[in-house]
């Protein structure tokens, strides 16, 4: 397939991603808009006209892209692949969390009678906490397809309700579903926003966290293939009773991407756009400290460089060396004011016991 045919066809899968997955409907009207100049320079007669669309294309992707995705989401039924579906393979490095998920999340929900005959449950809860944009959400879904188990992701300020007593009842809704088609995961982001601390909270918040303490204690004995994961970066608010054996007994700390990490990130995103030869080594030793979602961050700026480029002369070009070095030199990384933040907090709360993690990197 090419051009307007390859144009349209990229337009209807943008639209059909638009409500689903923004950031995937983004990336195809990027690709459509590219596609379209292409045309062009096939077309000299309809220039002005695609440059025309191609630039709407490129505006609506770039809305997109600040979309967030909300609302409970379905991801996944069991052994179905999804389109833009994930899995380890999505993720660069971190090979040691990688196997601490497969021996923690996949197996035991995998195989619960091998874990059952050594006496160990399967199920049960786990917080993930880290810096912004390090992956935490991206690790939660990819560990949803390679389970390929039900999952539910679900954002912690969508549950939460100004009505009196209605949280609650959305907590058990969530959780009554999700019994009744387990094996399941269930995906808690933005876990501060329910599961915060009841000594901060109001006093309807706090049953919020008393209705997940009385869920949580029910994964444990009744349902043994409910697997509840957590994810924040303020793993300070987090109801000290949440954290207890037995609730989200265990914590995972997701890092910065170290410099090989990068490399793979950098190398995953720009694997499917017209570069030059990119020397991926370097650009991972310049971006110490940033995050994965800075490194994103990075691509797309530098693409957009191109791109805008390429609509001003008409004439495409490959993304250079240099368009990535400009988008370094412009982005600067939350991560360090973050790591200031967060050890701030966790000293005024005396929890550098439960979140040593944060105080062994060292960030330049
Ligand atoms: N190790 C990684 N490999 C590949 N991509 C990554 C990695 N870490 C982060 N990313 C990319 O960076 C972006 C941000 O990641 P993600 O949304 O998972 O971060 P997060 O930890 O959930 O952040 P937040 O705390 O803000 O919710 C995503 O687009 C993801 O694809
Ligand atoms: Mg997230």
């Known amino acids: 397939m090419c051009g307007e045919e390859k144009v349209l066809s990229l337009v209807q899968m943008a639209k059909a991603k638009e409500n689903l997955d923004p950031c ?130 679900v954002k912690g300020s969508d549950l939460k309700s100004k009505y009196v007593g209605e949280t609650e009842k959305n907590i058990a809704q969530l959780f009554e579903n999700a019994r009744q088609m387990q094996p399941t995961i269930i995906f808690f982001d933005e876990f501060e926003a329910i599961g915060g601390d009841r000594t901060d909270a109001a006093p309807h918040e706090r049953n919020a966290v008393a209705q997940l303490l009385t869920e949580m204690d029910g994964v444990d004995t009744k349902n043994q293939q409910l697997l509840v994961l957590a994810a924040t970066n303020e793993p300070w608010a987090i109801d000290s009773a949440l954290r207890r054996e037995g ?74 060396m240099q368009d990535m070095i400009s988008s370094i030199t412009n982005t600067k990384s939350v991560l360090p004011q973050w790591f200031a933040k967060a050890q701030e907090q966790v000293r005024k709360r005396h929890l550098q016991d439960s979140f040593q993690e944060l105080f062994e990197m060292v960030l330049a």
């Open 24 to 153: 995937e409907a983004a990336r195809y009207y990027f690709e459509a808009a590219g596609e379209l100049l292409h045309c062009s320079q096939e077309k000299p007669h309809r220039t002005e006209e695609f440059i025309e669309v191609a630039q709407k294309m490129y505006d609506r992707a770039t809305i997109l892209r600040k979309q967030e995705k909300s609302t409970i989401t379905f991801l996944h039924q069991p052994n179905e692949k999804k389109d833009g579906s994930k899995n380890f393979k999505d993720i660069g490095g971190l090979e040691q969390l990688k196997d601490q998920i497969r021996l923690k999340i996949i197996e035991p929900l995998k195989q619960p009678d091998l874990f059952r005959y050594y006496g160990k449950q399967a199920g049960g809860g786990i917080l993930m906490y880290g810096p912004p944009g390090c992956g935490k959400t991206l690790i939660a879904k990819a560990t949803a397809g390679e389970a390929g188990v039900h999952f539910i992701h």
């Open 247 to 320: 609730r989200f007994g265990v914590t995972l700390f997701i890092p910065p991407p170290d410099a090989h990490t990068r490399t793979e990130i950098l190398e995953s995103i720009m694997r499917s756009r017209p570069t030059e030869r990119l020397q991926y080594g370097l650009l991972a030793t310049m971006t110490d400290n940033f995050s994965g979602a800075d490194l994103k961050g990075v691509c797309e700026n530098a693409v957009e460089i191109a791109l805008t480029q390429s609509l001003k002369t008409g004439k495409r070009r490959l993304i250079t």
